[in-house]
T-cell receptor, first 112, second 113 residues
Framework: RKEVEQDPGPFNVPEGATVAFNCTYSNSASQSFFWYRQDCRKEPKLLMSVYSSGNEDGRFTAQLNRASQYISLLIRDSKLSDSATYLCVVHGGGGSQGNLIFGKGTKLSVKP | DAGITQSPRHKVTETGTPVTLRCHQTENHRYMYWYRQDPGHGLRLIHYSYGVKDTDKGEVSDGYSVSRSKTEDFLLTLESATSSQTSVYFC????????????FGEGSWLTVV
């Protein structure tokens, strides 16, 4: 099982649609979780951290399910500007490395 | 935006030549990282630093070396560039390794011909 897995997409949705991305991770000791957004030929930027209780930021909602080892990102009322690649990021638990593990990203394209 | 500057932003070099990429930060963050991003692989850690002169290897460190002589600067050197090192390289910084947000520079596009 890969450390962090995401559906690569692309997800093609119309403006105003609700879209959800899932991400699974293999290390049950992982402690921190994030969603990053990356526009074409740009650097990744933090979209939101993911907390155990779930968290919401405007049209974006992130959820964590530790038992099933997956996190999700829900985008409501999609905008054209939401078109990007969304990276699931997991902070590894334990050991001297403890580095971030990046998923390969899910591409979202919002159409008029 | 986080104060991270990468140079050069774009470079074309020949196989076998040494190449150095520079990352400069103005945030005084302790941790600095070099990643490469390739289609089908996502972001992979090359090396990271947890302080001046303190560095460690990441997932794909072969063929790369790093140096950090000052808090604000982290250099990535390709000793003898190969075509497989054609990639986009991102520098990143964070205050700590666990739980803190990581911020990326704008990237350096390297082509080895």
């Amino acid at each position: 099982r890969k450390e962090v897995e995401q559906d690569p997409g692309p997800f093609n949705v119309p403006e105003g649609a609700t879209v959800a991305f899932n991400c699974t991770y293999s290390n049950s000791a992982s402690q921190s979780f994030f969603w990053y957004r990356q526009d074409c030929r740009k650097e990744p930027k933090l979209l939101m951290s993911v907390y155990s209780s779930g968290n919401e930021d405007g049209r974006f909602t992130a959820q964590l399910n530790r038992a099933s080892q997956y996190i999700s990102l829900l985008i409501r009322d999609s905008k054209l500007s939401d078109s990007a690649t969304y990276l699931c990021v997991v902070h590894g638990g334990g050991g001297s490395q403890g580095n971030l593990i990046f998923g390969k990203g899910t591409k979202l394209s919002v159409k008029p | 935006d986080a104060g991270i500057t990468q140079s050069p932003r774009h470079k074309v070099t020949e196989t076998g030549t040494p190449v150095t990429l520079r990352c400069h930060q103005t945030e005084n963050h302790r941790y600095m990282y070099w990643y490469r991003q390739d289609p089908g692989h996502g972001l992979r850690l090359i090396h990271y630093s947890y302080g001046v002169k303190d560095t460690d290897k990441g997932e794909v460190s072969d063929g790369y070396s790093v140096s950090r002589s000052k808090t604000e600067d982290f250099l990535l050197t390709l000793e003898s560039a190969t075509s497989s090192q054609t990639s986009v390289y991102f520098c990143a910084i964070s205050e700590s390794r666990r739980g803190n947000t990581i911020y990326f520079g704008e990237g350096s596009w390297l082509t080895v011909v």
